[in-house]
């Protein structure tokens, strides 16, 4: 086995995960057994609240027995520039662990799951905020005496266990510590809990380690299930499949394809076929505008409502993933809660639309309404009484066409795709870019708000744009300024400009 540290200074090692992950576990792990060995070990943390679920730092000491003859005296803290062996759970925590100086050129095994899971402010962006992963590795490549990663978190899933199990394979693969690997899996098994499962991780973060140019195992693919419905449902599906295959070309039947299954999770084979004559109606316009139209249109029919969230908040897959996560035995109980915060304007939305209008234009209704239902609260939903709550509104999705949010959707949906249909044959790069522009508009509530609006703005644009060679270059600079932020001062400035022209 490799050494680390030289005879006068002792093993460290910095372990960088966020909750749930089972960092302190690791930690325990590597302790138990140096302690087996008859090492003298320590371990620390400093918990961290803020980009994700509470990213901690657990630092741990090892001293040789030959080093005894004085009582050891351990660090509580790492030191930047004097870590042997870096961990972490998530990429970008490799990537903070190296803005920390955790991590040396000289002396630094840095071990690390190459998946991701976002921050806050990845997600809070309003386009795509990720973070380069790319980036992250080029520079922990060059700043780590070693670098070590792979996908931990598939390793774990597929071996029923967590990160922890795979992390410490990958540790006990790379040599970075003076112990033989029976060492490791021992001490998985003195732990007592999961044994079977952490092993399998551990085996396979060691074995990754020990030869990375080993193909990963492959999965069996999960079948989507389309459709569970009557046998006249079944068969209007099956010509919907027939109708991609002989109406549309064959670059965009893939993503129409993804769209027929979206439109019939979202609602039913009507709607699918609905999805299909709006896309048809531009294709037979513009062949080029299929691809795009297929991927948008998709989009803009199965819009984000208060029905849709309580569907899926009360599927059976959704609790069955939701224990598989917490890694729950059959025995145990998982108690979900779910904050809910409904608005005034929601409640009118999921009205027939008559109804719902006339509640908006009264004063006194809709202050009863913000009285009784405009605050926020807690739902249990594994208990029947918060369960049957999102049920019921889950059970309005038959009746989704007849209400005020999906008559204004559909008014939205339809200007739109006119501005589309009425631009293509003269500028289809324009149209395309028009298309693309739906990527603004996501999410419910304020989120919703804020996106039809930027949206807007940038398909009002077009008129000023129109016939310019470059028109299409301007509408995707102003989409792309639309996403930039979130309060829209750089979709204002890019406007001006326009207007400027």
């Known amino acids: 086995m490799g050494e680390v540290a030289g005879v006068d200074r002792p093993i460290t090692i910095a372990i960088m995960a966020m909750g749930g992950q089972g960092g302190g576990v690791l930690a325990d792990w590597i302790v138990a057994m140096a302690e087996h060995g008859g090492w003298v070990a320590q371990t620390t943390s400093v918990p961290g609240v803020a980009q994700r679920t509470g990213a901690t730092i657990y630092y741990v000491e090892l001293i040789r027995p030959e080093q005894r003859n004085s009582r050891p005296v351990l660090s509580l803290m790492p030191v930047p520039g004097d870590v042997d062996v870096v961990i972490a759970s998530e990429l970008m925590e490799a990537g903070r662990a190296i803005q920390r100086g955790l991590v040396s050129p000289d002396k630094t095994t840095l071990i690390a799951s190459s998946h991701r899971s976002y921050a806050v402010t990845e997600k809070a962006k309003p386009g795509d905020g990720r973070a380069d ?64 499962a952490s092993l399998r991780a551990f085996g396979s973060g060691f074995d990754t380690v020990q030869a990375p140019n080993r193909p990963e195992p492959e999965v069996a693919a999960v079948a989507a299930r389309v459709t569970g419905g009557s046998a006249r449902e079944q068969a209007e599906l099956t010509r919907a499949l027939r109708r991609v295959d002989s109406e549309f070309p064959a670059e965009a039947r893939e993503m129409l394809v993804a769209g027929l299954r979206r439109m019939v999770d979202y609602q039913d084979v009507a709607l699918a076929h609905e999805y299909l004559d709006r896309v048809g109606a531009l294709v037979r316009i513009d062949a080029a505008l299929a691809v795009e139209a297929a991927r948008q249109v998709a989009v803009a029919l199965s819009y984000d409502d208060v029905i849709r969230v309580a569907d899926l908040k009360t599927r059976g897959s959704r609790f069955a993933r939701v224990r598989s996560e917490v890694l729950a035995r059959a025995d145990q109980v998982v108690d979900t809660t779910e904050f809910m915060h409904p608005r005034v304007a929601e409640i009118c939305a999921t009205m027939p639309a008559g109804l719902g209008r006339a509640i908006e234009g009264s004063p006194m209704m809709t202050g009863l309404l913000k009285r009784l239902f405009e605050r926020g609260r807690r739902v249990r939903t594994t208990h029947l009484r918060g369960f049957l709550q999102l049920y019921v509104v889950a059970g309005l999705k038959p009746w989704r066409r007849r209400l005020l949010r999906h008559e204004r959707e559909m008014a939205h949906v339809q200007g739109w795709l006119d501005l589309v249909a009425r631009t293509a044959p003269q500028d289809a790069r324009l149209a395309v870019e028009l298309l693309k522009c739906r990527r603004l508009v996501k999410g419910y509530s304020d989120t919703h708000a804020r996106g039809q609006s930027k949206f807007d703005r940038v398909i009002g644009a077009a008129a000023l744009v129109a016939g310019r060679a470059d028109a299409a270059d301007w509408i995707r600079r102003l989409r792309e300024a639309a996403l930039a932020d979130e309060d829209g001062k750089m979709l204002d400035g890019a406007l001006r400009t326009v207007a400027s022209l």
């Open 133 to 196: 992963s790319a980036a992250v590795l080029g520079t922990a490549g060059a700043a780590a005496q070693r670098f070590v990663h792979a996908d931990m978190q598939a390793m774990a899933e597929r071996s029923g266990s967590v990160i922890s199990s795979a992390l410490f394979g990958a540790l006990a693969g790379s040599g970075a510590l003076p112990f033989a690997r029976g060492d490791f899996e021992e001490t998985i098994r003195a732990s007592g809990l999961g044994v079977e």
